[in-house]
């Protein structure tokens, strides 16, 4: 099994930065994705960010320029960096690791813009 802690989550004013960070513990295999997902009120989970073992990452459209993804394989942790933060996107971010079990989901963090 595989636990997924995350944490950075707030409230910021349109414009602001915030990093978020997660954590993956346990049974760890060293070839995996790990990503960032988004739900809002009302609407569907989506993808924000995702980075393989290898560093290799891709980004929705909607954050390309803004977020930047990165991860540390020796500690197990994934990062988000969130710049020029807008209004949609608050949300909760959930971590995901996906590996070739199955994937694995954090409690997810909140994520309040302010205009």
């Known amino acids: 099994q595989v636990q997924l802690v995350e944490s950075g989550g707030g409230l910021v004013q349109a414009g602001g930065s915030l990093r978020l960070s997660c954590a993956a513990s346990?049974?760890?295999?060293?070839?995996?994705?790990m990503a960032w997902y988004r739900q809002a009120p009302g609407k569907q989970r989506e993808l924000v960010a995702a980075?393989?073992?290898?560093?290799?990452?891709n980004y929705a459209d909607s954050v390309k320029g803004r977020f930047t993804i990165s991860r540390d394989n020796a500690k197990n942790t994934v990062f988000l960096q969130m710049n020029s933060l807008k209004p949609e996107d608050t949300a909760v971010y959930y971590c995901?690791?996906?590996?070739?079990?199955?994937?694995?989901w954090g409690q997810g963090t909140q994520v309040t813009v302010s205009s």
């Open positions: 995901n690791l996906a590996d070739v079990r199955r994937d694995y």
């Open positions: 980075i393989r073992h290898d560093g290799s990452a």
């Open positions: 346990g049974s760890i295999f060293s070839i995996n994705v």
